[in-house]
């Protein structure tokens, strides 16, 4: 399967606990995208990255909320400290630079107790 | 502030008939449209992108842009139960990474 993969699909943790969700983009894919989705709602842009450099993290959530890239090729999102708002999907998605298509994986589902 | 507006349906077609989605936006400088269909509980999978006025179509699917009106919309010819899922419009500036996104439209495709 060359899609998106994203690792965990479903993470339950405790209020106060910190997690980390595992994104790889399609290989070719220089672009990589973190977004949340709540129900009834569309995905809500949290991050971007081409190649390395986090080009937007403005929009993310707010300071408990921080993404990497290291290498360039897949890229972790880490939730410090959750509340129970935090529950929703995350979702990551690829692209190439010369598109704007942009290609989503399956998604992690989180629920914070 | 930039927005995508759907009608969030549900809206309910009789298998075989067409189905017509609709979407508007605000920044008239959007240059890239999406549709995404979405299953309950899934992520988002993209069905077509539209970049100029008129229509483009793909097998049942035929997406029409109006960029003077500031709509575009998703036909399905020959609808099917398997077509049922909520359908999410995306919007992007030329230069911008970051999609808008509308909230979707529930369809329901009735046997």
């Known amino acids: 399967d060359t899609g998106v993969s994203q690792d965990p699909r479903h993470k339950i943790t405790k209020r106060g606990q910190n997690v980390t969700f595992r994104c790889d983009p399609i290989s070719e894919h220089n672009r990589l995208y973190w977004y949340r989705q709540t129900l009834g709602q569309g995905p809500e842009f949290l991050t971007y990255f081409q190649n390395e450099a986090q080009l937007e993290k403005s929009r993310l959530l707010s300071d408990r909320f921080s993404a990497e890239r290291p290498k360039g090729s897949f890229s972790t999102l880490e939730i410090q400290r959750t509340e129970q708002g935090d529950s929703a999907m995350y979702l990551c998605?690829?692209?190439?630079?010369?598109?704007?298509?942009?290609?989503f994986g399956p998604g992690t589902r989180l629920t914070v107790l | 502030q930039k927005e995508v507006e759907q009608n969030s349906g549900p809206l309910s077609v009789p298998e075989g008939a067409i189905a017509s989605l609709n979407c508007t936006y605000s920044d008239r400088v959007s240059q890239s449209f999406f549709w995404y269909r979405q299953y309950s509980g899934k992520s988002p999978e993209l069905i077509m992108s539209i970049y100029s006025n008129g229509d483009k179509e793909d097998g049942r699917f035929t997406a029409q842009l109006n960029k003077a009106s500031q709509y575009v919309s998703l036909l399905i010819r020959d609808s099917q139960p398997s077509d049922s899922a909520t359908y999410l419009c995306?919007?992007?500036?030329?230069?911008?990474?970051?999609?808008?996104w509308g909230a979707g439209t529930k369809l329901i495709i009735k046997p």
């Open positions: 998605a690829s692209s190439l630079t010369s598109s704007d298509e942009q290609f």
């Open positions: 995306a919007v992007n500036e030329d230069s911008n990474y970051q999609l808008i």
